[in-house]
């Protein structure tokens, strides 16, 4: 998923700290965390004063916003030249969505683009009914203006824009690693932790046959088909889109597919009736799934870094990370390779051997994955996902921790009813590839 603000880490230094032991010590002490609290408000203060939020306009800040964003990925790596290639296109991951905004955090005094955030609308089921969320998207601020309040504003600005369009909820995600997104987010933004997930990730090896056991079949369903079954399956989920009919249709969705037994039967795909019409009785056991392909939108991507005298370290350790958290042999890939994927998304099935099914459809993915020559396939599942404990154990799938963070934007409401946020934890939930 898009990891959305990293701010710098300072680590420790060797000076040694003697205890507190007398009261004047004490007063001297909470007087100078009082001054350091004071120094950083005045810093926060200043930066309001000083930065403009506005919407962000293709024609003047395209190459501007995309230098940023390379350079915030390159800080966060710690000089690793690794970043999310947005294809030209800063808007490709929220312009799915009729309504959406992309805003940019400008110094007045030299006009200079120091921080950038994404947010879109759409509406959601869950176990409450019908929802409209707001979803904030690829927050992004300067190295050398963190720490300034500007991340704080940028969040702040986004959820005013959802709230008049609306939106009664905003959810966003970060890794779990990422604590200083983790401090941002519940500490001075008042989000709450509101469901676990794992992305697995797999590199597709592109002399490698996958092959499917004699005794399963898979097959592709209609578009029809698969809306049909998924909004008959997905009221199952604590939440999911209520436009599956749009994701479905949208031309980087490669299609849906069914897998089963052959012995057990799943439905007559063949048959004229059931060729364009909606399913609503499967019997045996049996997986349905759908394909998304990211590599014509956004790609992962290992460029060279400045300055050059950085250049060759910089590669072998931008190798080192990106390789070693696929597992990946780096002699296989050229450092200089975009890495586009596909992302295997609505996995949901029935039946008592479940659980055997899901291999044949992991390897089916990663050979549709040679077809669109991806280097990799991902998916993410919540921690309650029934068919999380079924994906594959392989050697080479890595395995990381995501978080959704969630937040009322109407709770100002006495009369409103925060139900969603009460419900607790969301532990079954639908990843809408649009957003991954």
């Known amino acids: 998923m898009d990891d959305p603000v990293k701010l710098r880490s300072h680590s420790q230094d060797n000076r040694s700290f003697q205890p507190i032991e007398t009261q004047e010590q004490l007063l001297l002490f909470c007087a100078g965390a009082n001054g350091l609290a004071k120094k950083r408000n005045n810093m926060v203060d ?10 962000f306009n293709a024609d003047t800040d395209i190459e501007v916003v995309g230098k940023l964003e390379r350079n915030c990925e390159l800080e966060s790596k710690r000089g690793v030249s690794i970043f999310t290639n947005m294809m030209c296109d800063p808007l490709c991951r929220i312009r799915f969505y009729p309504l959406h ?3 940019v955090a400008q110094l007045l005094e030299n006009e200079e683009l120091v921080g950038v955030v994404r947010g879109c609308i759409k509406h959601v089921g869950t176990g409450f009914g019908g929802h409209v969320i707001g979803c904030i998207l690829g927050l992004r601020v300067s190295p ?3 720490r300034m309040g500007i991340g704080f504003q940028l ?3 986004v959820e005013e824009w959802l709230l008049r369009h609306g939106v009664q909820y905003t959810f966003l995600a970060t890794e779990k690693s990422n604590t200083a997104s983790t401090n941002l987010f519940t500490s001075k933004c008042n989000y709450m932790n509101i469901s676990s997930l794992v992305i697995f990730a797999q590199p597709i090896c592109s002399s490698e046959k996958y092959m499917l056991p004699q005794n399963i079949k898979i097959e592709k369903l209609h578009v029809d088909q698969a809306i049909s079954l998924y909004e008959n399956k997905l009221t199952g989920k604590d939440m999911f889109p209520t436009d599956m009919d749009v994701i479905l249709k949208e031309k980087l969705s490669l299609g849906t597919w069914v897998c089963y037994f052959e012995e057990q039967g799943w439905i007559n795909l063949d048959s004229e009736e059931n060729n364009h019409g909606t399913i609503t009785k499967t019997h045996g056991s049996w997986v349905i799934f759908s394909i998304w392909n990211t590599c014509e939108a956004y790609k992962l991507h290992i460029q060279k ?7 060759h370290d910089t590669l072998i350790h931008a190798k080192e990370k990106i390789f070693s958290w696929l597992k990946m042999p780096q002699s296989n890939v050229s450092v200089e390779s975009s890495f586009g994927f596909l992302f295997l998304y609505g996995i949901h099935g029935d039946g ?11 390897n089916f993915a990663l050979g549709l994955g040679q077809s669109a020559k991806g280097s990799k396939i991902i998916t993410e599942m919540g921690l309650c996902d029934p068919l999380l404990k079924h994906v594959p154990d392989n050697p080479s799938i890595s395995r990381i921790h995501d978080i959704w963070y969630a937040k009322s934007l109407s709770s ?7 139900d969603l946020l009460m419900e607790g934890h969301l532990g079954n939930v639908f990843v809408d590839p649009r957003e991954f």
Do not use: C
């Open 46 to 55: 200043k930066a309001v004063n000083k930065v403009l939020i506005r919407e």
């Open 101 to 103: 905004i992309m805003l």
């Open 144 to 146: 050398t203006h963190r």
């Open 155 to 157: 969040m702040n600005s």
């Open 305 to 311: 870094s400045q300055p050059l005298r950085y250049f």
């Open 352 to 362: 008592e051997q479940l659980g055997e099914l899901m291999k044949p459809v992991w």
């Open 412 to 418: 100002h409401h006495p009369d409103e009813q925060d």
